[in-house]
């Protein structure tokens, strides 16, 4: 069966071969044209020569006076002009973006006595008369002057973006590539690996209708474009060290101890040609290492081993055992080392053969309350990331350049409390119960082992085609093959065990493994139309996926069942079908002026869901009799789910309003659909189990507004703002389980609330002021009214879902660094500071006040805990408020 559908897929991609005839994919470069005159009658100069300073691109003049120079990857250059009796023109500070036309005209005048070449400064384009919808681009250069200290601060800072969700779209509807490759985790829908900022060129953000090259995402697309090999030696280090400093000691314990080693960073990278190979290979290399020791901490009065009974009605007769040494222990400590390393070899006129290699590794803790006073009982998380790649790219002429790619990217993540599961360290469940009411646990450990690992091999070639002056027509195609490993267990431990923890038998309840082979495949044609007066980019975009799984087609049918475990009936189990779908994809954009554009842009976008959802309980487990500690069974995958979609529209006008100064003004509108909902299934009033289904809806309406005085004469500024009002009727897949687990049930939403991450108003702004070569302070300011949460009391809700708002929240970032020589060293000391006046935002809330520092639990009547806390410290949390002040103080070398 599965050569079967094997020989379907190669048929489709055949016929989509046939019908695009050529072949590209995510964009890694940009293009350079324009024309040149004469200057003294302003008649077009015919084979004029344009050359790349350094590179080996360049281009000449047609008939008109016109040029192209594409596949350039992006970057500050120097273009040299020249033409037999012409004096020489050098224009300086060219940049080029990732998808962009940057405009270059020139005139030249006759060469009587040359004295020297005539330079000149590319001027900045204000407006982008090509863009057909809302993007941004970060340079690597504008970075580095900024306190950005990873990829998700930039992209959290540009409009439209709260928290990692694209427009009011969920977090795992972004597609992250790095180079063009996609980084998601196909388990997860997130991102897995991101570049560090030392080596980036530049970070392209995609928020509106993004072009038919890029799929399988809904909201928005990140490309991390790192550095090239340089034709010189140059590279750099970096290192800071620093800690967290605030006044709230009550609430952030051992927040007053201060050590440098609590946070602390190195980085580097350097480049240059291979020795001995006369240029003919280039290297480039980076890393990075980052210890952040976190700001909430627990005490380890507790070990996990510790037994205690505080089972009597008299306080003075509980029994403590408490074997802790009182130390302060982390609880949210975070360190990643990331390795990249580049090698490309100068084959032919192109970018030649490149080798790309990535290794990232992150070792986290989420903080736990319940373990504050034995926090050694909690989950560590750990994931590791590899990412291979080759490409090869082949000239064809001036106008025409195929980009074969392949690529390797593996994402392996796991969570435990010791990674050996027999370690005698694993005590008995019941050291949990040892404690009641609002009470810190005084013993026991997180007994269940999770890990999955996803591996995903990937192919496609590249083709882009300057037709003429008018028509850019990119078309691609790609394959990709997935291998998903899932395993989870649960440590047995107990009497009949003797207190030795075991593990259960693979196939039992509590021991669930499963492999999937899914694949995809996608095709798409795009035709970007350049006019003076109009510039269109039109595409068309073809998706495949083969799930290779199994699914309940009638779960109802399972609940009438005697039997509630698989093998089920052949009846009721089905192999889920291959779906498709075709994606058009339109942006028009229309210079009113020499100063300004408008651009209307239309989209469907589709993406497969999170194999996670996809694939969860494929032995359909369901544990509706027995003794189990819970009333309401577990959730089942559902293998033949259906793309979610969404269609977006917007219009924005773009103006230059005075020379550096630009304004952008943008609506958008999302019609989002089959999202992702649990449909429950009820075998008695006592057991119920669900299925992931597509029946989630959501709809977004918002205007961002922009403006950025381009960074010159020492300034720079940018200010984004947002309004946005995001609904659906439901902000979780899980969310129709969850509700059905309260006491009592509550009825799923049939109507539009507001979603979870749903920020009405937010505003960011940047402040750079400086010389690059001398000193640089800049500032980074962000401020959002505050997200929806639901009104309750004692667990009852005492208001619609999301009716009521949180605090509003306000942060401001400040970078100073100064540079000088010592002993003929270049470097750079700085300072940075985050939450420079150590704001209490307040992120999370009790739902009774709707405020984070005071809870109506405190007023009410209740047991006193059964525990060594009073309710006080047990409501005190530290871990409902932003991060206090950071501090970090470092050196930038240039080597």
């Not at 388990?187 to 038919?212: H, P, R």
């Not at 005084?442 to 690992?453: D, I």
């Not at 667990?795 to 000088?820: A, C, M, W, Y």
Request: proline fraction near 4%; charge should be negative; glycine fraction near 8%.
């Amino acid at each position: 069966m599965f050569t079967n559908k094997i020989n379907n897929i190669c048929i489709i991609a055949f016929s989509i071969i046939l019908l695009f005839s050529v072949f590209t994919f995510a964009g890694t470069t940009g293009k350079i044209a324009g024309k040149i005159n004469d200057g003294t009658n302003n008649e077009p100069l015919i084979a004029a020569n344009i050359f790349v300073v350094g590179t080996s691109y360049g281009a000449a003049t047609d008939m008109d006076g016109n040029y192209f120079i594409i596949n350039l990857p992006p970057g500050v250059y120097q273009l040299r002009i020249s033409m037999i009796g012409f004096a020489t023109k050098l224009i300086s500070g060219v940049r080029v973006s990732v998808d962009q036309t940057t405009k270059i005209d020139a005139s030249l005048f006759e060469d009587t006595i040359q004295l020297a070449d005539v330079v000149v400064s590319a001027e900045k384009l204000i407006v982008r008369k090509d863009l057909t919808s809302t993007e941004s681009k970060v340079s690597g250069d504008d970075i580095a002057m900024l306190p950005l200290d990873d990829i998700s601060a930039v992209v959290n800072l540009q409009a439209g973006v709260i928290d990692g969700h694209f427009r009011g779209g969920r977090s795992n509807e972004v597609k992250y590539l790095i180079d063009g490759i996609a980084v998601n985790d196909v388990y997860s829908g997130s991102s897995a690996m991101e570049v560090e900022v030392n080596s980036i060129e530049e970070v392209q953000v995609l928020t509106g209708t993004f072009n038919a090259e890029y799929g399988e995402a809904m909201s928005g697309v990140v490309n991390q474009i790192t550095k090239v090999a340089t034709n010189n030696y140059d590279g750099n280090i970096s290192f800071y060290s620093g800690d967290y400093f605030s006044s709230r000691t009550e609430l952030f314990r051992n927040i007053e101890s201060i050590s440098p080693t609590d946070n602390y960073n190195i980085q580097g990278n350097v480049s240059g040609p291979f020795p001995g190979t006369n240029g003919f290979v280039k290297f480039f290399l980076s890393g990075r290492y980052v210890y952040d020791a976190g700001n909430l901490y627990g005490q380890r009065v507790f070990n996990p081993s510790d037994s205690s009974d505080f089972s009597a009605n008299n306080s003075e007769d509980w029994h403590v055992g408490s074997t802790g040494d009182n130390k302060y222990i982390s609880m949210n400590s975070s360190q990643r080392y990331t390795l990249q390393g580049k090698l490309s070899f100068a084959v032919g006129s192109g970018k030649g053969i490149v080798l790309n290699g990535m290794v990232q590794s992150n070792e986290y803790q989420d903080y736990n309350h319940q373990y504050k006073l034995n926090p050694d009982g909690d989950y560590k998380k750990y994931q590791k990331n590899y990412l291979g790649s080759i490409s090869y790219t082949h000239v064809i002429s001036n106008a025409a350049f195929l980009d074969f790619v392949g690529s390797y990217f593996l994402s392996k993540y796991d969570q435990y409390v010791f990674e050996d599961p027999l370690n005698i360290g694993y005590v008995d469940p019941k050291r949990k119960a040892d404690v009641s009411g609002n009470a810190f646990l005084t013993g026991g450990t997180e007994n269940w082992h999770f890990n999955h690992t996803t591996t995903t091999l990937s192919s496609k070639i590249d083709f882009t085609l300057q037709a003429n002056n008018i028509h850019q027509i990119k078309s691609g195609i790609e394959f990709l093959y997935h291998n998903l490993a899932y395993e989870d267990f649960q440590i047995m431990i107990n009497a009949g065990t003797d207190f030795r923890p075991i593990l259960p038998e693979p196939g039992a309840f509590n021991y669930n493994e499963y492999n999937a082979n899914p694949f995809q495949f996608a095709a798409y044609i795009q035709d970007k139309i350049e006019l003076d007066y109009l510039i269109v980019n039109a595409g068309l975009r073809f998706d495949y996926f083969e799930p290779d799984g199994e699914y309940l087609n009638n779960p109802n049918k399972i609940a009438e069942l005697d039997q509630l475990t698989a093998p089920f009936p052949d009846s009721l189990v089905s192999t889920a079908s291959a779906k498709f779908q075709l994606s058009p994809r339109i942006g028009l954009s229309y210079p009113i002026t020499d100063r300004g554009a408008i651009h209307i842009s239309y989209g469907h976008f589709f993406q497969i869901p999170p194999f996670e959802y996809l694939y969860r309980n494929p032995n359909f487990r369901i544990p509706l009799t027995g003794d189990f500690p819970e009333n309401i069974g577990n959730t089942i995958g559902n293998t033949d789910l259906k793309p979610q979609q969404t269609i977006m529209y917007e219009i924005g006008l773009q103006q230059e309003i005075f020379d550096n100064i630009g304004a952008t003004l943008t609506v958008y509108h999302k019609d989002i659909r089959n999202l992702l909902a649990t449909e429950i299934y009820i075998k008695n009033e006592f057991r119920k189990f669900s299925k992931l289904v597509n029946r989630d809806y959501a709809s977004v309406n918002g205007l961002t507004l922009s403006f950025e005085k381009y960074f010159t004469d020492g300034f720079g500024a940018t200010i984004d703002y947002t309004f946005q009002v995001a609904k659906g009727n439901a902000s979780d897949p899980n969310d129709a389980f969850n509700k059905a687990q309260a006491n009592p049930p509550i009825e799923a939403n049939k109507t539009l609330a507001y979603l979870d991450w749903d920020r009405t108003h937010s505003l960011n702004f940047t402040i750079t002021v400086g010389n690059p070569g001398d000193y640089i302070l800049s500032m980074v300011g962000k401020y959002g009214t505050g997200l929806p949460y639901t009104p309750s009391v004692q667990n009852q809700r005492t208001g619609l879902e999301n009716s009521d708002r949180r605090p509003d929240i306000f942060n401001t970032d400040v970078f100073v660094t100064k540079h000088f020589v010592f002993f003929g060293v270049s470097a750079n000391a700085f300072i940075r500071v985050f939450n420079l006046f150590d704001s209490a935002n307040e992120l999370n809330v009790f739902t009774d006040t709707g405020r984070a520092g005071y809870t109506l639990e405190l007023t009410r009547s209740q047991e006193v805990p059964r525990g060594v806390n009073t309710l006080e410290e047990y409501f005190s949390r530290p871990d409902f408020y932003s991060s206090p002040r950071s501090i970090n103080i470092g050196m930038n070398v240039k080597l």
